[in-house]
């Protein structure tokens, strides 16, 4: 593998495990456009002197000017508040670093990623056949640096904790996902009726 | 892995979110600082006046029109033209070549040149990781990620499929196509599993490695 394809592997894994944005940046466009088409039109309207859309231009300046008399103080407080909450969840959309839930495995050949619930789905399999119950008996839930095992077991049949926590740990070894995962496995004190 | 400019999505998010938050806290100051409020209903009249009087100033077309809201159109259109790019930009990066014909695959072959297209790559891949019994679906896209061209395996797997058996079994594939085309193209690899495959009823397996085990047909 060459230091090129190393480079690009990275980019693409990180592309791949972090949130583009796109669907905020084309919401917010969307609305943009919306508002500066009907500014447009509503100047073209105001200079050919056709009546206008909605207000024109010299009335929506007017009522800019007049809002502080105009519109009494609790609606222009509670306006103002929803504006900037609405601009900090953009900002924060903006910074935050909108991690999707997925994980990274070493890169080889190839680069790899896999879904948080495909690897769950994965870990519930082996954590099922280690404990002899019934796939629908686990579930699994992936964090970014936790998985947590839940067994439930058929009644009258004790399940080997410490067995099913090294098949989990073996097979999260074999995965090489980045960050790692550190499993931990609950047995449920009561187990289920014919399974 | 496609062109989306995300530093610009994240800029122009950062930019709208900054005006709207420097917006919302002046109109809630202005009512909770009582000078504030006064410097507002002050200042909002004679700005007011002032952009009137330029609008009168400058006079054109019908009674009440002005060329500076011909000018602000003008604006609103160039700036509305700019965002729809910027959706329109969203995604993309697809490419049709994957291999194209290097110096020195011409010296082996004077007088010709070798050109693969993502298509090839599409239709052996899909068909060969397609025949897993623990994958659901598969498909294959080439982008150019920095003008490499480079693909992307997005296999859905079954539920509870390994996903490391998976990956190798991938890899296998990866390096048969490699052997057939004779360079290695950047290939990145995504297993995604799909709720409904939770609903799929229990899966009967048998002990055997799963490369033993043909695709059964489902029990009745």
């Not at chain 1, 002197?49 to 502080?68: E, F, H, K, Q, Y």
């Not at chain 1, 903006?94 to 994980?103: E, K, S, T």
């Not at chain 2, 009168?56 to 060329?67: E, F, N, R």
């Not at chain 2, 193209?185 to 939770?198: G, Q, V």
């Amino acid at each position: 593998m060459t230091p090129n394809t190393t480079a690009l592997y990275r980019r693409i894994v990180r592309r791949e495990t972090h949130s583009p944005r796109s669907g905020a940046a084309t919401t917010v466009a969307v609305v943009l456009i919306l508002l500066l088409v009907w500014i447009g039109v509503e100047s073209v309207l105001a200079v050919a002197g056709v009546a206008p859309l909605l207000a024109d231009p010299r009335t929506m300046v007017a009522a800019i000017a007049s809002l502080p008399d105009s519109v009494a103080p609790p609606f222009l407080v509670t306006a103002g508040t929803v504006l900037a909450v609405l601009g900090l969840v953009l900002v924060v959309l903006a910074v935050a670093p909108g991690r999707r839930a997925r994980h990274a495995a070493s890169a080889g050949r190839t680069a790899f990623v896999a879904d948080d619930r495909a690897i769950a789905s994965s870990l519930a399999r082996i954590a099922s056949r280690t404990a002899r119950v019934d796939p629908d008996q686990v579930v699994v839930s992936i964090g970014r640096r936790r998985a947590t095992v839940d067994v439930r077991p058929t009644s009258g049949f004790p399940v080997d904790s410490a067995a099913v926590q090294t098949a989990v740990d073996a097979a999260l070894a074999s995965y090489t996902l980045s960050p790692t995962i550190h499993a931990s496995i609950r047995v449920a004190r009561e187990g289920t009726v014919g399974a | 892995m496609n062109g989306t400019n995300r530093f610009r999505n994240r800029a122009g998010l950062l930019l709208l979110g900054l005006v709207l938050l420097a917006i919302g806290g002046a109109v809630v100051a202005a009512r909770l600082v009582p000078e504030w409020a006064s410097a507002w209903a002050d200042a909002s009249g004679p700005v007011a006046d002032s952009v009137t009087g330029a609008l009168d100033a400058s006079p054109v077309g019908a009674a009440g029109g002005s060329w500076l809201l011909i000018a602000v159109a003008v604006v609103c259109a160039i700036l509305a033209s700019v965002l729809v790019v910027l959706v329109l930009r969203q995604g993309g990066g697809r490419t049709r070549t994957i291999v194209r014909g290097t110096a020195s695959m011409e010296a082996e072959s004077p007088g010709g040149g070798v050109v693969i297209e993502s298509g090839l790559a599409k239709d052996a891949l899909t068909e060969a990781i397609g025949r897993h019994p623990a994958v659901a679906s598969v498909s294959v896209t080439a982008y150019a990620v920095r003008r490499t061209p480079a693909l992307k395996i997005s296999a859905q797997a079954r539920r509870g499929a390994s996903i490391a058996e998976l990956r190798a079994f991938i890899d296998g594939v990866v390096g048969a196509w490699d052997a057939a085309v004779g360079t290695e193209t950047p290939i990145f690899i995504e297993i995604t599993s799909r709720i409904t495959s939770r609903f799929g009823g229990a899966t009967r397996t048998s002990t055997a490695e799963p490369s033993e085990v043909s695709p059964a047909p489902a029990a009745p």
